[in-house]
C-alpha cells in the first residue's frame, strides 16, 4: 500500500529564514503529490500538486515544491517564511484507488 | 475557489446517544464526498467515501454500523455517528470532488470536533 512519511514533526523558524519540509512517499510508479496547509482554526487548503512535466511544482505563497523520483521525495521549499507561514503542513499522495494518502504532517511555528 | 462547510463546527454529547455531521459543497456540484478523522498531532485517515445516490464505501477497520452516511444529493452528505462512546471524540473533516475523476481537486471543510463525555 501507498505511503507518505514526512520526517520533521515540529520545525521552529525565525522569520526570512528558509524553510524545507521533507516528504517521501512508498509508490515506485506513476505518482500525484500534493502539498495541503492547514492554518490554525481554518480548513485544508492545497498549496501545490505535481501530476507530470516539470518537477519544480511553484505554488501559492511562495512556495514550491520539487519531485525527485530517484529519491521518493517530494520536498516543500520556501526561500524566506514569514510569521504568517505558522501552520500544520500535509503531504499527500492519490493512491492507485484514487484516495487522497496522507502524511503524518508538519507542525511549523515561525517566530517573528 | 470552491468552499465546503461543515455543521456543526463542535459538538459536545453524552455517551450513548447520536450525533449527526453536515457536509455541504456551496458553489459547486459534489460528485464525491470524502469523510476523513484527524486526532490530536496526527494525520488525517480516510473513514469512507460516498458518491451520490449509491451507498458509501468504507475503509478497512471503519464500522458502517457505527459512521452512517448519507449522499442524499450533490452538495450534501452527512456522517451519523450513532451510539457514541468517549473513544469516538475526534476531529471530523470532509471533502468534497467535482466530477468523477480522482485527480480532481478536492475541496475540504473546516472540520468538526465532537467531543463525547
Known amino acids: 500500500a501507498q505511503s507518505v512519511s514526512q520526517h520533521n514533526h515540529h520545525v521552529i523558524l525565525s522569520e526570512a529564514a528558509s524553510l524545507e519540509l521533507g516528504c517521501n512517499y512508498s509508490y515506485g510508479g506513476t505518482v500525484n503529490l500534493f502539498w495541503y496547509v492547514q492554518y490554525p482554526g481554518q480548513h485544508l487548503q492545497l498549496l501545490l500538486k505535481y501530476f507530470s512535466g516539470d518537477p519544480l511544482v511553484k505554488g501559492i505563497k511562495g512556495f514550491e515544491a520539487e519531485f525527485i523520483k530517484s529519491k521518493f521525495s517530494f520536498n516543500l521549499r520556501k526561500p524566506s517564511v514569514q510569521w504568517s507561514d505558522t501552520a500544520e503542513y500535509f503531504c499527500a499522495v492519490i493512491n492507485q484507488g484514487g484516495k487522497l494518502i496522507f502524511g503524518q504532517g508538519t507542525e511549523l511555528s515561525v517566530k517573528p | 475557489g470552491a468552499v465546503v462547510s461543515q455543521h456543526p463546527s463542535r459538538v459536545i454529547c453524552k455517551s450513548g446517544t447520536s450525533v449527526k455531521i453536515e457536509c455541504r459543497s456551496l458553489d459547486f456540484q459534489a460528485t464525491t464526498m470524502f469523510w476523513y478523522r484527524q486526532f490530536p498531532k496526527q494525520s488525517l485517515m480516510l473513514m469512507a467515501t460516498?458518491?451520490?445516490?449509491?451507498?458509501?464505501?468504507?475503509e478497512q477497520g471503519v464500522e458502517k454500523d457505527k459512521f452512517l452516511i448519507n449522499h442524499a444529493s450533490l452538495t450534501l452528505s452527512t456522517l451519523t455517528v450513532t451510539s457514541a462512546h468517549p473513544e469516538d471524540s475526534s476531529f471530523y473533516i470532509c471533502?468534497?470532488?467535482?466530477?468523477?475523476?480522482?485527480?480532481?481537486?478536492?475541496?475540504f471543510g473546516p472540520g468538526t470536533r465532537l467531543t463525547v463525555l
Open positions: 460516498s458518491n451520490e445516490g449509491s451507498k458509501a464505501t468504507y
Open positions: 471533502s468534497a470532488r467535482a466530477g468523477g475523476g480522482s485527480y480532481n481537486e478536492q475541496f
